[in-house]
């Protein structure tokens, strides 16, 4: 794995190395761009420069994310060694859970009108939130809600206070 991970770090260091080779051919051409006295020959070598320095970027952002992986040995951006937390988040309840929700618009409201309203009001909540802040507001306790969606109670209460927040403040721009 030493001399893998080696081999990967001099590729690094010889694509760094190219990158600036690429800028320093770029840098006449992009003078004479803004001095507007490029020709059409300058304009596509100028187009394949770019090109090929973008390439190597992207080159770049794939061998330092692999060098990081064979370094920590474990998927970068992954925290607590969980490959794949998607996994471990929670899913939302299905629409039909919610069928039974009130619209906090009163009055004699045509009910898309109330629709549209109610997704306003929610539209910047996470589905989390949304799921915390509807069962809250449909009645269920704190700790009904945490059992519900299998998280701590006062992750529950702080998903609500945040939920609520976001829902005031949405419903002063109405």
């Known amino acids: 794995m030493r001399i893998l991970l080696l ?7 010889d694509v760094k190395e190219e990158i600036v080779q690429i800028d320093k051919l770029i840098e006449p051409i992009a003078k004479k761009e803004a001095a507007k006295k490029m020709t059409p020959e300058d304009g596509g070598q100028l187009l394949e420069l770019r090109r090929i320095k973008s390439a190597l970027n992207s080159d770049k952002a794939n061998l330092e994310y692999a060098i990081n992986w064979m370094k920590t040995g474990r998927q970068p951006d992954s925290y607590n060694g969980i490959e794949n937390r998607k996994a471990y ?30 997704e306003y009001l929610l539209k910047d909540l996470t589905e989390k939130e949304k799921d915390v802040f509807i069962l809250v507001s449909l009645g269920h ?14 992750t529950v209460r702080r998903l609500y206070i945040l939920a609520e927040s976001k829902v005031k403040k949405r419903s002063s721009l109405i």
């Open 141 to 154: 306790s704190m700790r009904e809600v945490a059992e519900m969606t299998r998280s701590k109670r006062e």
């Open 7 to 13: 081999e990967y770090k001099n590729t690094l260091q």
């Open 89 to 118: 988040e929670h899913k939302s309840f299905p629409p039909s859970f919610f069928n039974q929700i009130e619209s906090p618009v009163s009055g004699s409201v045509d009910e898309p009108i109330k629709g549209e309203a109610v």
